[in-house]
């Protein structure tokens, strides 16, 4: 579990909030990338909330359903397979998590809000760090790897519908066997990442 001491350390120094951002999906082969921006009351942290790759699918809807009902805000933002394909998948994150940081922003504009963000940097005039591992370290970096990993996992069930035959639903993206051989036998869909595909497609 992620405790509240390295977000209360940086709420010492003078921010009136904290907010995390995470991303989900950056390595996938099909579908957007999304990040998620949240901010936690700090005074108790919810048992069991840690980096989303390590829990359960239940545990993690159960978590899911409680941040959401205590966070003071939370937001997400995507960038679809056309824009990785046409800026990069790291400029597409980016733009993703300053997308959600721009509504806390909107939304609390008298707040001094200190951005947490996973891994990496915005674009964007305001005070943020980026911290490696962040969602082991910080508690609500973590609540927002979470809100992102299950709001992604919703979209992917209905691109499993809109894409039938490549198991979009199951493995959401990722370039897993099941994924690879469908690809080949079926050709990328709309909604698949062309610049990933270069050897999957080449073989």
């Known amino acids: 579990m992620t405790d509240l001491n390295y977000d209360l350390n940086h709420l010492k120094e003078g921010y009136d909030c904290i907010a995390g951002i995470d991303e989900v999906g950056r390595g996938c082969l099909f579908g957007d990338v999304v990040a998620a ?23 993690r809807g159960l978590l899911e359903a409680a941040i959401k009902e205590r966070a003071v805000f939370y937001a997400y933002a995507n960038e679809s397979a056309q824009v990785i394909d046409a800026i990069n998948i790291k400029q597409a994150t980016r733009r993703a998590m300053k997308a959600v940081a721009e509504k806390a922003m909107a939304h609390f504009p008298d707040k001094n809000i200190l951005f947490l963000v996973d891994a990496e940097t915005m674009d964007l005039d305001c005070h943020q760090a980026a911290i490696i591992h962040g969602d082991d370290l910080s508690y609500t970096i973590a609540c927002a790897s979470i809100l992102a990993k299950e709001y992604r996992d919703r979209l992917c069930i209905q691109w499993g519908e ?12 990722y370039g897993t066997k099941q994924h690879r051989e469908a690809i080949r036998a079926l050709g990328p869909s709309a909604g698949h990442r062309m610049s990933f595909l270069t050897k999957i497609l080449n073989k």
Do not use: N, Q, R
């Open 37 to 59: 921006c949240v901010i936690m009351p700090l005074d108790k942290a919810i048992d069991g909330v840690t980096d989303s790759k390590k829990l359960s699918p239940k545990k």
């Open 162 to 173: 809109a894409y039938p035959g490549y198991g979009i639903e199951k493995h959401k993206g």
